[in-house]
């Protein structure tokens, strides 16, 4: 016993002035100073003689570490074991320990010993550790839905005290129920260094909606709460749903290609599949999709796709190809005589409703054209347009109308001098007739507008004249004659109905008397009796 013991002792004999107080506790920072207030931080008292602190040691006995004369300068470090480095003593009486660590858990007293009293300040110190961050380990590869599997452990490692730890999903605490959670805790201590380690495994039922789902582990601690990282986790969970889908553009023609994919909605997805191609089953591996190339009218159908270790999950879907055969007769060139019958044929087929069209040079037509009798107004170029949803053909014919010349008008009238005649004769044939009077004349005129050819001569006629008009083409020729007189009188023949006109029609030979147009010739000889009247008056 030091003289400082020996003081006690021979103070607590000689007085009744110990006194204990309740003791304190204070908690301090693993590794860190631990500061151990003497009184709770009061004020030393005026007549202080000495302050000392004690301490518990592990055999249960009290051991002492440092004593401090109140008009020393230093403090006198009694201790021998492992505090004699790491205790020092503050001015306000604190004892402070270095690097505290588990051992400096227990029971520090603050003997202070002044006037005649002697006070005793025990002071229970704990040492704290909060946990290194947690974390989530042996994880699942991947949980298989409804399958009790365990998902991982939850490691918050060297704590003091120990760590309690939670498991969340999506942030919302996971309880065990023993049955689809199991959570199993635990708790190591280090014998080196006292600090405890929990862990906390947990099992678990996935359910296909925990795809994605944030699984995290929380170390709760009096320092400080941490939180792991999140993870996820694959969830293998089989098809409930197959469908098939078609992809191509709609509507989907004859020669366009088509690919059925089949889509089924569990996890991992399934890598084979079976396709039912018109009756025909055909594996696929590796792919969800088999494509139909450059279809036709005839891959209408019903399509289907089922899995392959379960084929009783199907998917159908139809697909319905588009088509348009239109022929047309006749087609190209169409070469007819007037008043023949053309027979225009149009046949289609398509896949559905066909929308049909005419146009006679790009004039749209109500109807489509019939030639029982054709006309020169038929002749033009003739497109039939068919469509049906997504597909649109056409065809076409050019009809042309011929016919042998035609003398359709002939007329005299006289000039505006009075002193001539005007011939017009006009006739209408295809190709372009020739058209000619049987005598000469002047001011030849002639022209072909609409299939109608007009021939114009100015004459002077020297006496009541027959004449003829011919009209003269490939095909054959018209001719028709025309009394004209020297008398100022007009006469008009339209055509062969009226007037006295004479028609003839031969081909293609040309009629014996035109051969003789060119000796016909003009007298003045009525003429000149005119003259010679108007002189004798
Ligand atoms: C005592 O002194 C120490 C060191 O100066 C200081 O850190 C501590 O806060 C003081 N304690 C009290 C209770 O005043
Ligand atoms: C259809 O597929 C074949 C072969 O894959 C390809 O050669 C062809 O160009 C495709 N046709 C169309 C219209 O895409
Ligand atoms: C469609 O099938 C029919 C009979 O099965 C066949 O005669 C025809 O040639 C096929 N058509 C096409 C475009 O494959
Ligand atoms: C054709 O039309 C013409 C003029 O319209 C008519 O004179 C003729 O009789 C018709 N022929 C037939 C066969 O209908
Ligand atoms: C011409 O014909 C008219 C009647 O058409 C007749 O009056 C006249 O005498 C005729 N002249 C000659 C010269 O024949
Ligand atoms: C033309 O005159 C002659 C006699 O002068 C007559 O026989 C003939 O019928 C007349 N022709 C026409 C078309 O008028
Ligand atoms: C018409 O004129 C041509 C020359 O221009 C001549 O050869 C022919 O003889 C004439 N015919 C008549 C009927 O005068």
Known sequence: MDSTGRFLLSLVTAATFLQVRSTVTVIGLYGETIEVPCNNGAAKPEDL?????????????????????????????????????????????????????????????????????????????????????????????????????????CTAADANPAAVIMWSKNGKLLVADGKTIIITPSVKMDPSTGLSTTTSGLQYTAVKSDVGAKFTCTAKHSLETQVSAPETFVIHYPTEKLSLQVLAKTPIREGDNVTLKCNADGNPPPTSFYFSIKGQKVTVKDSDTFTLTAVTRNSTGDYKCSLVDDDKMEASEKVVVSYLDLSLSPTGKVLKMVRDTLLVKMEQDASGDAKVSWTKDNRKLDETPRFDNVTYADAGFYVCEVSVAGIKRSQSFQLVVEGTPVIKKMTEHHSEDGRHKVLTCEAEGVPRPSVQWSINGTNEENSYINGKATHKITVVPTGNLTITCIATNKLGNHFMALNVSSLIKDEKIPGKDEGPGKQERRKPERPKRARNWRSAKLRCRDSRAVLERRRRK
């Open 49 to 153: 003689i000495f302050t000392k602190w004690k301490y518990k040691m592990d055999d249960g006995t009290s051991g002492d570490l440092l004593v401090k004369q109140a008009h020393k300068e230093q403090a006198q470090i009694q201790a021998m074991d492992g505090y004699k480095d790491r205790v020092t003593i503050a001015a306000n009486s604190s004892l402070m320990i270095q690097g505290g660590s588990l051992v400096d858990q227990r029971t520090f007293t603050c003997m202070v010993v002044y006037g005649s009293n002697l006070d005793e300040h025990p002071v229970d110190v704990l040492v704290h550790k909060k946990p290194l961050p947690p974390q989530i380990k042996d994880k699942a590869k991947e949980l298989e839905n409804g399958k009790l599997t365990s998902l991982g452990v």
